[in-house]
Nanobody, 130 residues
Framework: QVQLVESGGGLVQAGGSLRLSCADS????????MGWFRQAPGKDREFVAA????????YYADSVKGRFTISRDNAKNTVYLQMNSLKPEDTAVYYC???????????????????????WGQGTQVTVSS
């Protein structure tokens, strides 16, 4: 069973940084591709980043490429999202998610699609002030 708990959200000024964490209390964390998504009020859930089971490859949305970094520590059952150069448009609730499928860049099971993930955390609020 996968149980995901996010932490690290908060209020930050534009240009600042935050690091989000997502911990899994289960025993199969390393078996899952992990992703981060975000959802702003009135908008659809949006892909942010994903990482392979081993952590060897990553995948980013164009809107965060070069500013955000996804990483994982399988020994700690935790995935991270380092967010730098934050902008007001990054304001959203951020969710981590776990997928049993390998990292996929396109197609029906793309890791950018929320439907590719079976487990979700409860979300953590990130607010970037201008």
């Amino acid at each position: 069973q996968v149980q995901l708990v996010e932490s690290g959200g908060g209020l930050v000024q534009a240009g600042g940084s935050l690091r989000l964490s997502c911990a899994d209390s289960g025993r199969t964390f390393s078996s899952y591709t992990m992703g981060w998504f975000r959802q702003a009020p009135g908008k659809d859930r949006e892909f942010v980043a994903a990482i392979t089971r081993s952590g060897g490859s990553t995948y980013y949305a164009d809107s965060v490429k070069g500013r955000f970094t996804i990483s994982r520590d399988n020994a700690k059952n935790t995935v991270y999202l380092q967010m730098n150069s934050l902008k007001p448009e990054d304001t959203a609730v951020y969710y981590c998610a776990a997928s049993p499928r390998p990292l996929t860049y396109n197609g029906r099971y793309s890791s950018a699609l929320p439907t590719s993930y079976d487990y979700w955390g409860q979300g953590t609020q990130v607010t970037v002030s201008s």
